[in-house]
């Protein structure tokens, strides 16, 4: 039945449903993941890194974590082609807000600007939707911590732990059993590597194969963006027993 609702975006079908916006989330199912958690001092966002090929020369910068402004980053699972746009978007946005207002963006209001966008891909003929997820995290003085996941179809919602990407329903079942209101953000971090060690394909967790981002407030109160070392990760990642520790020569 769905052959012949799903050629175009902006056709319902009799059920109801846009093919099409379901198939660009299935397109993000196949990437790879991410994972968001919100702490009581900050907010946690893990990602891995799909190494295609051993040939590929790795990226210097970072694949999946991204700084929008001081205040605001993201993590992104889909088509990264997909993901810049949106991102460039997202940081005209942010800089037009603190040009005019001379103060930083609400967090949510940026999110809901940049799903504005995504959302007229689903509903004007000739476009097709983003395929790309991404989990915001940030800091205003209005909220505090936040951390909200948007689809291709527009929608957002503020989350406390979040999971998208490929095994993302995995992910976010074990999320709901161990997350704990309180949660710390060295615990966050604890709990994201966990969780994201059992629900990755591949069978072994290295730095080279992972991207983490914290946002957290300084001990000056200022919002401070910061991306996990490899060398720390790799020490991280020994220390909550989530691999083993090289081998001595």
Same mark, same amino acid.
């Given at each position: 039945?769905?052959?012949?609702? *799903?050629?175009?975006?902006?056709? %319902?079908?009799?059920?109801?449903?846009l093919y099409q916006v379901e198939y660009a989330m299935e397109a993000i199912g196949n990437a790879g993941s991410a994972i968001g958690i919100l702490s009581k001092d900050g907010v946690v966002l893990v990602g891995?890194?799909?190494?295609?090929?051993?040939?590929?020369?790795?990226?210097?910068?970072?694949?999946?974590?991204y700084k929008i402004d001081d205040h605001v980053a993201c993590a992104v699972a889909g088509i990264m082609s997909d993901a810049n746009i949106l991102i460039n978007t997202a940081r005209v946005q942010a800089q037009?807000?603190?040009?005019?207002?001379?103060?930083?963006?609400? =967090?949510?209001?940026? =999110?809901?600007?940049?799903? !504005?966008?995504?959302?007229?891909?689903?509903?004007?003929?000739?476009?097709?939707? %983003?395929?790309?997820? %991404?989990?915001?995290?940030?800091?205003?003085?209005?909220?505090? %911590?936040?951390?909200?996941?948007?689809?291709?179809?527009?929608?957002?919602?503020?989350?406390?732990? #979040?999971?998208?990407?490929?095994?993302?329903? #995995?992910?976010?079942?074990?999320?709901?059993? *161990?997350?704990? *209101? *309180?949660?710390?953000?060295?615990?966050? =971090?604890?709990?994201?590597?966990?969780?994201?060690?059992?629900?990755? !394909?591949?069978?072994?967790?290295?730095?080279?194969?992972?991207?983490? #981002?914290?946002?957290?407030?300084?001990?000056?109160?200022?919002?401070?963006?910061?991306?996990?070392?490899? !060398? !720390?990760?790799?020490?991280?990642? =020994?220390?909550?027993?989530?691999?083993?520790?090289? #081998?001595?020569?």
């Amino acid at each position: 039945m769905s052959r012949r609702y *799903d050629s175009r975006t902006t056709i %319902f079908s009799p059920e109801g449903r846009l093919y099409q916006v379901e198939y660009a989330m299935e397109a993000i199912g196949n990437a790879g993941s991410a994972i968001g958690i919100l702490s009581k001092d900050g907010v946690v966002l893990v990602g891995e890194k799909k190494v295609t090929s051993k040939l590929l020369q790795t990226s210097t910068s970072t694949e999946k974590m991204y700084k929008i402004d001081d205040h605001v980053a993201c993590a992104v699972a889909g088509i990264m082609s997909d993901a810049n746009i949106l991102i460039n978007t997202a940081r005209v946005q942010a800089q037009r807000y603190t040009f005019s207002y001379q103060e930083p963006m609400p =967090v949510e209001q940026l =999110v809901q600007s940049l799903c !504005d966008t995504k959302q007229g891909y689903t509903q004007f003929g000739g476009l097709r939707p %983003f395929g790309v997820s %991404f989990l915001f995290a940030g800091w205003d003085k209005n909220y505090g %911590f936040q951390l909200y996941m948007s689809d291709p179809s527009g929608n957002y919602g503020g989350w406390k732990a #979040a999971a998208v990407g490929a095994n993302n329903q #995995a992910a976010q079942s074990m999320l709901k059993q *161990d997350y704990k *209101d *309180d949660i710390s953000r060295e615990e966050a =971090v604890q709990l994201a590597l966990k969780v994201l060690s059992k629900t990755m !394909d591949s069978t072994s967790l290295t730095s080279e194969k992972l991207e983490l #981002a914290e946002i957290f407030l300084s001990s000056s109160g200022k919002v401070k963006y910061q991306v996990c070392t490899p !060398d !720390d990760l790799g020490k991280m990642l =020994v220390k909550y027993g989530v691999t083993q520790p090289p #081998a001595e020569a």
